[in-house]
């Protein structure tokens, strides 16, 4: 065995060197460590065998576990590197004077299945009725749709070079397509070019408006986040009803955060500072009692545990998870539900090659599976959300996302309120 654990080295240290030692962790009862700011607090001031052993674990067979768990990913990752070698070749637009043209991005987890087989099906339709057509131009299609909870960061890579950009690229968030460090290289070339001819009324008021002026980027649904309260944990505190609600004394360590949904954990960052500045930001971080993967929140509840959190934060698709009998209450913000839009950009110079995909993720088709499927509302006109018309969104604005380095707002908003816990939760015990 080629690698092997320290088990004196800290539990921060070990984990930033094998990521897959967190999910082990975790199950066995370190849930904080999933998210990385707690993870980052508390696994730099304890190794990892008193760890263990403050849980009562036997840490001679916790490291020969972690041992074999490791070999076992190091090869895994490596016969993938090899394989991604054999099949992954970013230039071969170049040779032969041939244009490969890219299609790429991450699609939601809970609709990427009958969406990525509807895209399948068409895709394959397409190339062969227009295969002579195709040939004789000199370009060919390749298309990499992955599930968006793997992160953004094979994604990003492509545009570290301008010969590998994507020609259309879909990803949910603000992280990718708004930071403009990354995007500098292509600002001002009217490089982008995406237009939404028509828009669903639901976004599309005076309230929201997810067309963009400028006909760069095009949403084609949301993921909207809402709280999903537990009634027993609210222990004589009022039903919250607004954001606002939630940075009282009253509600202070009581908010559960999505940590692993980081596009929506950073949605939520951005409307809390454009609503209450700097000070929300503190807030925010003092509410923060803990961080769950959404789907954590939702499982079913009779019971109620002392320090259990009295509002989560989650996507509105978890949120229709829950029993009719079950302490937890879907409360739909009156302010509205913070939009996580799942965007769309495409080249101006390839638009026309890719307008047949760019129309597919615009359809009634992927809407229905996005609204009806994934409770993920579509942008279509011709889809239905089945939304009253008291449900309000947050949505940041084009003006703000534009007027914004929205890159080095993320850097600074999750500083700050990695600082604001870090000072609340000093000392706290793994």
Not at 3 to 22: A, G, H, M, R
Not at 183 to 200: E, L, Q, S
Not at 266 to 285: M, R, S, T
Request: proline fraction near 5%; aromatic fraction near 10%; charge should be negative.
């Amino acid at each position: 065995m080629n690698q092997k654990i320290n088990l004196d080295d800290t539990v921060f240290s070990i984990t930033e060197k094998y990521p897959q030692v967190i999910s082990y962790l975790v199950k066995k009862g370190f849930a904080p460590l999933a998210n990385p700011v707690m993870r980052k607090l508390m696994g730099s001031k304890i190794s990892l065998k008193k760890a263990l052993v403050s849980k009562g674990l036997d840490a001679g067979i916790c490291e020969a576990e972690l041992n074999s768990l490791i070999e076992t990913e190091t090869l895994t990752d490596r016969a993938d590197s090899s394989l991604k070698k054999l099949n992954t070749d970013p230039f071969a637009h170049l040779k032969n004077g041939s244009r490969c043209i890219k299609i790429q991005g991450v699609l939601p987890c809970p609709v990427r299945i009958p969406l990525l087989e509807a895209f399948e099906e068409l895709y394959a339709s397409y190339t062969e009725s227009h295969a002579d057509e195709i040939k004789k131009a000199g370009y060919s299609f390749s298309y990499d749709l992955r599930s968006a909870n793997l992160g953004l960061d094979w994604l990003a890579a492509a545009f570290e070079d301008t010969d590998r950009v994507p020609d259309l690229m879909l990803s949910t968030g603000f992280d990718l397509f708004f930071d403009k460090k990354r995007m500098a290289p292509y600002t001002g070339k009217d490089m982008f070019y995406c237009p939404v001819p028509r828009m669903n009324a639901d976004f599309c008021s005076e309230c929201v408006d997810l067309r963009d002026p400028d006909n760069v980027y095009a949403v084609i649904g949301v993921v909207p986040a809402v709280m999903v309260v537990n009634t027993a944990a609210l222990n004589g505190r009022p039903m919250p009803k607004r954001w606002a609600d939630l940075f009282t004394e009253e509600f202070e360590n009581a908010l559960a955060l999505p940590f692993k949904d980081l596009d929506l954990f950073n949605a939520l960052l951005l409307n809390v500072y454009k609503l209450f500045g700097d000070e929300g930001i503190q807030k925010l971080a003092k509410a923060c009692g803990s961080f769950l993967h959404p789907a954590q929140m939702v499982k079913e509840k009779h019971t109620y545990k002392e320090g259990d959190p009295a509002v989560h934060i989650a996507p509105y698709f978890f949120s229709t998870m829950i029993r009719g009998n079950s302490s937890l209450s879907v409360v739909w913000p009156e302010d509205g539900a913070v939009l996580a839009p799942i965007f769309m950009i495409a080249k101006k110079e390839t638009y026309e090659q890719t307008k047949v995909f760019t129309d597919f993720f615009l359809s009634k088709e992927t809407g229905t599976v996005l609204s009806q499927n994934g409770f993920f509302p579509s942008t279509n006109p011709d889809v239905d959300n089945k939304l009253d018309k008291d449900k309000k969104f947050l949505w940041i604005g084009w003006d703000f996302l534009k007027q914004n380095d929205i890159g080095e707002l993320l850097k600074k908003l999750n500083a700050d309120f990695e600082k604001a816990l870090a000072a609340k939760t000093e000392g706290r015990a793994l």
